[in-house]
T-cell receptor, first 110, second 113 residues
Framework: GQSLEQPSEVTAVEGAIVQINCTYQTSGFYGLSWYQQHDGGAPTFLSY????GLEETGRFSSFLSRSDSYGYLLLQELQMKDSASYFCAVTSTGRRALTFGSGTRLQVQP | DAGVIQSPRHEVTEMGQEVTLRCKPI?????LFWYRQTMMRGLELLIYFNNNVPIDDSGMPEDRFSAKMPNASFSTLKIQPSEPRDSAVYFC???????????FGPGTRLTVT
């Protein structure tokens, strides 16, 4: 089976940096993805890691450690519009589909 | 491209009625996924197709649910008969060659009374 754990809520202030952690247990792990979902909206793809290390895309970065079954999403220079839910999701060999975590609700305060 | 298109955006129906949700994936995408999202259960994969062929329907809750993809540009998810516990937002998503980068439609909010 597959299971993912991420904090349910995180609060931070505008301009700050926040890290959202994700630990996973899955057989045949292939990669870790991150999605953003605003209230009332659809999930949108942010990043993907298949190899250990840091991937940077603008203000957002994502990290993966395969040996620790752990990853995180790093959001820098937080803006109010970053208030949303963030989901980590895994893909595994032999199953070309995503299994999503329960999501972390990020609230950015002024 | 218009993105993934879903219809209807909202559906309110009575218990026992048949519900059909529709999805048009992004042109050229070869994978199509149906998800259900609720507060209690989060975002659950129901079924996915590759090149119009159902690959994994292990997430379909029960026989009341069925999905079809008659061609590369259209898919349906049908619930018959519907029950109040089916109330949720149903998302369709598509991708090209890989599963990790999916493009989601706006969703259909289903309410069964």
């Amino acid at each position: 089976g597959q299971s993912l754990e991420q904090p349910s809520e995180v609060t931070a202030v505008e301009g700050a940096i926040v890290q959202i952690n994700c630990t996973y247990q899955t057989s045949g792990f292939y990669g870790l993805s991150w999605y953003q979902q605003h209230d009332g909206g659809a999930p949108t793809f942010l990043s993907y890691n298949a190899l250990d290390g840091l991937e940077e895309t603008g203000r957002f970065s994502s990290f993966l450690s395969r040996s620790d079954s752990y990853g995180y999403l790093l959001l820098q220079e937080l803006q109010m519009k970053d208030s949303a839910s963030y989901f980590c999701a895994v893909t595994s060999t032999g199953r070309r589909a995503l299994t999503f975590g329960s999501g972390t609700r990020l609230q950015v305060q002024p | 491209d218009a993105g993934v298109i879903q219809s209807p955006r909202h559906e309110v129906t009575e218990m026992g009625q048949e519900v059909t949700l529709r999805c048009k994936p992004i042109s050229g995408h070869d994978y199509l996924f149906w998800y259900r999202q609720t507060m209690m259960r989060g975002l659950e994969l129901l079924i996915y197709f590759n090149n119009n062929v159902p690959i994994d329907d292990s997430g379909m809750p029960e026989d009341r649910f069925s999905a079809k993809m008659p061609n590369a540009s259209f898919s349906t998810l049908k619930i018959q008969p519907s029950e109040p516990r089916d109330s949720a937002v149903y998302f369709c998503a598509s991708s090209f060659r890989v599963a990790y980068e999916q493009y989601f439609g706006p969703g259909t909010r289903l309410t069964v009374t």
